[in-house]
């Protein structure tokens, strides 16, 4: 049985409710295929205190747990360090029930005060 539309005008505003819905998810559609598939976030910090005692903390991966949110978040997230905790070779491995799952960070700063590494999460969980 046809479904029986009251009038022309009721019709006519239903079609063109749904070409509008088509038109927004068609857009958003390619907005997101149009985004990189990869990015680059960079943060710069002045902090008031001698560059080598700033440098101290930042670079050693074992003291990054007493100043990083992430490290109280899960209790009981599973954390290991490589033989090196600070500096060029530095790991840090990590596996909980965060947001930030589970991943690895390899550390490469160097005695000049350069400090970078990577990190990268392995699984990611969204919704906690």
Same mark, same amino acid.
């Given at each position: ?18 070409? @509008?819905?088509?038109?927004?998810? &068609? &857009?958003?559609? !390619?907005? !997101? ?5 990869? %990015? ?9 205190? =001698? =560059?080598? #005692? !700033? ?28 033989? #090196?905790?600070?500096?060029? @070779?530095?790991? %840090? ?5 965060? =947001? ?6 390899? @550390?490469?700063?160097? =005695? ?5 590494? @990577? ?10």
């Amino acid at each position: 049985m046809p479904l029986v539309v009251g009038s022309l005008a009721e019709e006519i505003m239903l079609k063109k409710i749904a070409l @509008g819905l088509l038109a927004a998810i &068609a &857009a958003f559609a !390619v907005l !997101v295929a149009l985004q990189p598939t990869k %990015y680059h976030v960079e943060r710069t910090v002045e902090m008031d205190a =001698p =560059p080598e #005692i !700033v440098f101290a903390h930042v670079s050693d991966l074992e003291g990054f747990q007493r100043w990083s949110h992430w490290a109280d978040a899960d209790p009981n997230m599973k954390k290991t360090f490589g033989e #090196i905790t600070a500096g060029l @070779g530095a790991t %840090y491995e990590w596996s909980g029930n965060t =947001p930030g799952g589970a991943g690895w960070v390899d @550390g490469n700063s160097a =005695p000049s005060g350069d400090v970078g590494g @990577g990190v990268v999460l392995e699984r990611v969980l969204f919704g906690i």
